[in-house]
């Protein structure tokens, strides 16, 4: 009687795991850019909350979201991704930007982020 082999080989298990293995990299060197976004994300949250109702300047609201960023030390973004529109009776408030995270030699991760609150005047 023939014996059979049982299992997977060394090279079936490369072939299971390096798949998953690269998707773990890819979330561990994508964890940083979404904790930033979050933190983005809270400042402005704060800021609505600050100035909601109380009839802000674009100044006054653009100050304010430096200071967030002095204290949340965030190196991604920059005042210059921040945009600050009246409409109406409300003024959007927006952070868009592009995150960049390498993964192998020459190939990188480019994530975009958008996030928009209204302060009510």
């Known amino acids: 009687m023939r014996h059979r082999q049982r299992g997977v080989t060394f090279i079936g298990w490369l072939v299971l795991l390096l798949p998953s293995a ?17 933190s983005v994300a809270r400042t402005l949250e704060q800021v ?31 005042m210059k991704d921040i945009t600050i529109k009246p409409q109406g009776r409300v003024i959007e408030v927006s952070a868009t930007y592009d995150a960049t995270a390498p993964l192998f030699a020459d190939i990188a991760l480019v994530v975009s982020f958008d996030k928009k609150v209204e302060i009510s005047q």
């Open 48 to 78: 609505k909350t600050e100035f909601d109702g109380n009839s802000p300047t674009a100044s006054a609201i653009f100050t304010s979201i430096g200071k967030h960023f002095e204290l949340e030390d965030n190196a991604t973004v920059t």
């Open 22 to 38: 690269i998707v773990i990299y890819a979330g561990i060197r994508l964890t940083p850019l979404y904790l930033e976004y979050m």
